[in-house]
Structures are given as structure tokens and as C-alpha cells.
């Protein structure tokens, strides 16, 4: 079974600050890990995964995600957050045994000007 | 990236009427494909997973009867909602993989809001 946990439901953040969404997953093997972020009535954009080689993963718009095997988290991050990163953040995770992605609940980002 | 797309993006039906929603990828060979419904506020529910020219696989809930699915090309795959009520209004969204491999992403359509009245 694959398993993905999002803890918070919300994140606010000032514009300029860095800014961190947390997941943590559960996999029985070695995870394939993926972000996906929405807009108001909009589908799923991808932003970055972790197959294999190095932990720290960036993507696109500035995002960057570290994998961390020992803690099974895969965070979130970018240095500077812009007024226009607001929407919803989804984590994903597949187990290289399974053909489908199991999402996170969700988290919500909100940047303040 | 590969593009997806889904049309249409919003639909308003009668009662009792059947919905169809196309789902296609432009750039690329899908070689499965998935339909999620998503509620407000909520994460993505995965309805079925649809491989070219096979039946789809259903996840445990989903009434097979109800949401037709078929995946005829490398590039279409539809949903069908037939005799539509109004608890099946939300948000439909598909996405496709291609034949890279498992480890590729998945690409996502639009979504397409259906209201039933």
C-alpha cells in the first residue's frame, strides 16, 4: 500500500519570505515522489519529481523539493514566494510496483503582498 | 511539458441526460490514462485507470455502468456520466502517461465541471 500525508491544510506566507510544504509518505519500496500544483478550476500542473540520484530535486517556477529517504518526507520549498504561487499544492507518490498515483489531501498556500 | 486536453471545461445538464467528456493528448502516445473526480476543498478521487484498447479498471466504489470509459486511440479516452443526478455534479479531471516508462509523470487535463440540474 502507498500513502501520502500533506499535515497542514493551510500555509500563509509573506511575499519575498521562503516558504515550505511539508509531506511525508509511505511506500513499500523506493518511491517515485512528484508535486503537482492547481489553480481555481483548473487541472494539475507538474512541478518536479524524485526518481533516483540526487535529493535536493528543482522544478519549475523556482520550486525545489528535497527527498529525505530517513525521514520519508519530501518538502515543498522555494527561497522567495511570489503573490502568484498561491493555490493548491498536491504531493504524490507512486510505489514502483503499482501503476497509479496516490495524492495528498492538499495544501492550500496562501502569499500575502 | 506534454499536453493534455480535456473538453469541455464546463457543462450544465439535465437530469437524467448522459455527459460526455473527451480527454486527449496532443503531443504524445497515452498509454494509460486516469479519471479523477474531485470535490471542494478536497484531494483527487482516481475513478479508473484505462489502458488503449482495453476495459478499465474501476477502483472499488465507482459504478462501472454509471461512468463509461473508453480508451479507443493512444490519444482519446472518454467518460461518459450516463443518466446524470445531481450528486454526480463536481469536478472531473483526467490525465495521461506516456510510454516512457512508470517513472514518467502524469499530465494532466483541464477539468471540466459538470453540473446536473
Known amino acids: 500500500a502507498q500513502s501520502v500525508a500533506q499535515p497542514e491544510d493551510q500555509v500563509n506566507v509573506a511575499e519575498g519570505n521562503p516558504l515550505t510544504v511539508k509531506c511525508t509518505y509511505s511506500?513499500?519500496?523506493?518511491?517515485?515522489l512528484f508535486w503537482y500544483v492547481q489553480y481555481p478550476n483548473r487541472g494539475l500542473q507538474f512541478l518536479l519529481k524524485?526518481?533516483?540520484?540526487?535529493?535536493l530535486v528543482k522544478g519549475s517556477y523556482g520550486f525545489e523539493a528535497e527527498f529525505n529517504k530517513s525521514q520519508t518526507s519530501f518538502h515543498l520549498k522555494k527561497p522567495s514566494a511570489l503573490v502568484s504561487d498561491s493555490a493548491l499544492y498536491f504531493c504524490a507518490v507512486r510505489d514502483p510496483g503499482y501503476s497509479t498515483l496516490t495524492f495528498g489531501k492538499g495544501t492550500m498556500l496562501l502569499v500575502s503582498p | 511539458g506534454a499536453v493534455v486536453s480535456q473538453h469541455p471545461s464546463r457543462v450544465i445538464c439535465k437530469s437524467g441526460t448522459s455527459v460526455k467528456i473527451e480527454c486527449r493528448s496532443l503531443d504524445f502516445q497515452a498509454t494509460t490514462m486516469f479519471w479523477y473526480r474531485q470535490f471542494p476543498k478536497k484531494s483527487l478521487m482516481l475513478m479508473a485507470t484505462?489502458?488503449?484498447?482495453?476495459?478499465?479498471?474501476?477502483e472499488q466504489g465507482v459504478e462501472k455502468d454509471k461512468f463509461l470509459i473508453n480508451h479507443a486511440s493512444l490519444t482519446l479516452s472518454t467518460l461518459t456520466v450516463t443518466s446524470a443526478h445531481p450528486e454526480d455534479s463536481s469536478f472531473y479531471i483526467c490525465?495521461?502517461?506516456?510510454?516512457?516508462?512508470?517513472?514518467?509523470?502524469?499530465?494532466f487535463g483541464q477539468g471540466t465541471r459538470l453540473t446536473v440540474v
Open positions: 511506500v513499500s519500496g523506493n518511491p517515485y
Open positions: 524524485y526518481i533516483t540520484g540526487d535529493n
Open positions: 490525465s495521461a502517461r506516456g510510454d516512457r516508462g512508470m517513472n514518467t509523470e502524469a499530465f
Open positions: 484505462s489502458n488503449e484498447g482495453s476495459k478499465a479498471t474501476y
